[in-house]
């Protein structure tokens, strides 16, 4: 069973940075497509940005385009969301996923990581 563990979230004024950090326990997950996900109170959970597992193709939410970086590496078998620019309406429960490639199901997820930036 693989199991996706999140760090680095914790709370930012408004313009600083966070990294969150996405690590699989169980096996590697280097051929899935890797994502973020957030969901913030009161709120459905929404997509945030996704990176491909051979070309590193990426695609970002409207909301965080220009601010936030996906990254993975391969050989560490771990996943990065470099967050800039903070803005309180990014404040939400962080959450990595894992997609096989040629499917739309995100099949595993993570726990979910706090980031909270006070307005």
């Known amino acids: 069973q693989v199991q996706l563990v999140e760090t680095g979230g914790g709370l930012v004024q408004a313009g600083g940075s966070l990294t969150l950090s996405c690590a699989p326990s169980g096996r590697t997950l280097s051929r899935y497509i890797m994502g973020w996900f957030r969901q913030a109170p009161g709120k459905e959970r929404e997509f945030v940005a996704l990176?491909?597992?051979?070309?590193?193709?990426?695609a970002y939410a409207d909301a965080v385009k220009g601010r936030f970086t996906i990254s993975r590496d391969n050989a560490q078998n771990t996943m990065y969301l470099q967050m800039n620019t903070l803005k309180p309406e990014d404040t939400g429960v962080y959450y990595c996923a894992a997609r096989p490639t040629g499917t739309n199901s995100w099949d595993y997820w993570g726990q979910g990581t706090q980031v909270t930036v006070p307005s």
């Open positions: 990176i491909g597992w051979r070309f590193g193709d990426v």
